[in-house]
């Protein structure tokens, strides 16, 4: 074979094998790099972040507490009276994404080292668009910063809950609740505690009883049942 030949069969077997190495990638594992959706911006929680901060240098705050952390539904939530017997910190900011906590971490987790986390964010997350993927993986980021800082501090996570006004949302909702408790079998300091099947009626429905007139918060009595089940874990976790 003259040497010309040798070079144009060297060079069809590398372009069949740069070709076979394209297509040897998972369809699935692409399509979720390129359909993550890109986070709002954190900044537009400057001035909650910025209460929090101006709280803390005027009261004294608890170290190694509980910390409870994430979305509306746990700004609104009445922590302290739900749980007076504890020192707890309720850091909850509205309309945040995982992302959002994940910005802020320093000023709303770490300054805290809290024994006890309890997490709840990932609804404004799937409301937006975002995949189940997406949204596990940064709630994924948030507990290894955690374990990274706290080896052992205990993480509760509150799965998303069925609400009225995005029970469209719910079947992705679900897929993402499901990631995360597999996760969670996975790793001794992550505790799944279902606060979601409570907030259902008998029609398999959210009860409209317990949220308020949005559809989208709790209201007491929904607070109520979530405090039902958080109590014994509580109990169980704060050495």
Request: no cysteine; proline share 6%; glycine share 6%.
């Amino acid at each position: 074979m003259s040497t010309n030949k040798m070079k144009k069969f060297r060079l069809l077997l590398i372009l069949i094998f740069v070709g076979v190495t394209l297509f040897s990638f998972t369809p699935g594992r692409y399509a979720s790099v390129q359909s993550l959706l890109e986070d709002p911006d954190p900044t537009r929680f400057k001035d909650q972040i910025s209460a929090f901060t101006d709280w803390d240098q005027k009261n004294s705050f608890p170290l190694h507490g509980l910390l409870f952390v994430g979305s509306s539904s746990i700004r609104l939530w009445p922590t302290y009276q739900a749980f007076p017997e504890y020192p707890l910190l309720n850091r909850g900011f509205g309309g945040a994404h995982i992302s959002d906590v994940l910005y802020y971490y320093d000023r709303v987790v770490k300054k805290y080292q809290p024994q006890l986390i309890i997490f709840y964010a990932g609804d404004n997350d799937v409301a937006a668009g975002k995949k189940p993927e997406q949204v596990f993986g940064d709630f994924r980021k948030f507990f290894m910063l955690v374990q990274t800082d706290f080896p052992r501090t205990n993480v509760v996570f509150l799965p998303i809950k069925p609400s009225i006004s995005r029970w469209k949302f719910w079947e992705i909702m679900q897929k993402t609740n499901q990631m995360i408790k597999t996760y969670a079998a996975e790793n001794k300091n992550l505790y799944f505690t279902d606060t979601a099947t409570v907030l259902l009626g008998a029609d398999g429905k959210p009860d409209p009883g317990l949220f308020l007139d949005d559809g989208l918060h709790l209201n007491a009595q929904g607070y109520n049942r979530w405090n039902k089940v958080l109590a014994p874990i509580l109990a169980k976790l704060h050495l």
